[in-house]
């Protein structure tokens, strides 16, 4: 089950040629783990002068929140937002070994499937997030 809030192909102007994801798993008020799915790519469309776009997608509600079923359901969701995977390059998660993890995490697990999808990078903004979250908590 997922909502969407954002349609991929309806945003872009372009097909865009190269995309790299960026994806959290995070679980709501109602404690529902879910998983925000946001796409980067490069747009051309405008005067062939090349520009970086993002687009949050939708967030994908997760029956259990393991590896396989992650990577299931975010390709399936990518699938259906009709982005090409093969044009898949790059990828962004936290640091937690089931996103992470280079043996058989989400991130190793997509490789596999689409070999050319092998640039990861831990997310810099999960990490802002985390702070800011420490530091409201603490605040009396």
Excluded: W
Excluded at 68 to 78: E, F, K, S, V
Excluded at 111 to 128: D, E, G, N, R, V
């Amino acid at each position: 089950d997922h909502r969407d809030l954002h349609s991929f192909p309806t945003r872009r102007s372009s097909d865009p040629k190269l995309i790299s994801i960026m994806v959290d798993e995070t679980s709501d008020v109602s404690m529902t783990e879910q998983l925000s799915d946001c796409v980067r790519y490069l747009d051309t469309s405008v005067d062939e002068k090349v520009e970086i776009e993002e687009a949050f997608l939708c967030f994908v509600d997760l029956p259990r929140t393991d590896a396989a079923t992650i990577t299931d359901a975010l390709l399936q969701n990518l699938i259906s937002s009709g982005i090409d995977l093969n044009r898949l390059r790059g990828m962004g998660f936290d640091g937690v070994s089931t996103m992470s993890g280079s043996v058989s995490g989400v991130q190793a697990r997509i490789t596999a499937q689409h070999p050319k999808a092998k640039y990861f990078t831990h997310c810099s903004s999960h990490c802002l997030n985390l702070v800011i979250v420490a530091s409201c908590t603490n605040v009396h």
